[in-house]
């Protein structure tokens, strides 16, 4: 069974930092690019950033560009996110999702390109 599993959320003061992590199992996504989406609570679930198939490329979305970084470590299956200078309006649960296509060229930013998601982690930042 494929399972995408997320950890490193929590209650954090506007200024300080997270990492989270998405540790998959089942199979190997090595051949995937991976991503991270996020839902604040009454608002649609957007994309936060991604990670070519082969570690090189990655792509932020303008709201978390210079805060955040993706990383991802093939030997543990896992994809990490740090987060840094976090904001009150990053409050939103963190999702870390995988493509469907293997060796896609581009990191894709639509829901739609991911078929595999995990559950999430809530990440709450205070003013």
């Known amino acids: 069974q494929v399972q995408l599993v997320e950890s490193g959320g929590g209650l954090v003061q506007a200024g300080g930092s997270l990492r989270l992590s998405c540790a998959a199992s089942?199979?190997?996504?090595?051949?995937?690019?991976m991503g991270w989406f996020r839902q604040a609570p009454g608002k649609e679930r957007e994309y936060v950033a991604g990670?070519?198939?082969?570690?090189?490329?990655?792509y932020y979305a303008d709201s978390v560009k210079g805060r955040f970084t993706i990383s991802r470590d093939g030997a543990k299956n896992t994809v990490y996110l740090q987060m840094n200078s976090l904001k009150p309006e990053d409050t939103a649960v963190y999702s870390c999702?995988?493509?469907?296509?293997?060796?896609?060229?581009?990191?894709?930013?639509?829901?739609?390109?991911?078929?595999?998601w995990g559950r999430g982690t809530q990440v709450t930042v205070s003013s």
């Open positions: 089942g199979r190997s996504f090595d051949n995937y690019a």
């Open positions: 990670i070519r198939w082969s570690g090189e490329v990655t």
């Open positions: 999702a995988a493509d469907q296509i293997p060796y896609r060229t581009y990191v894709a930013t639509e829901e739609y390109a991911y078929n595999y």
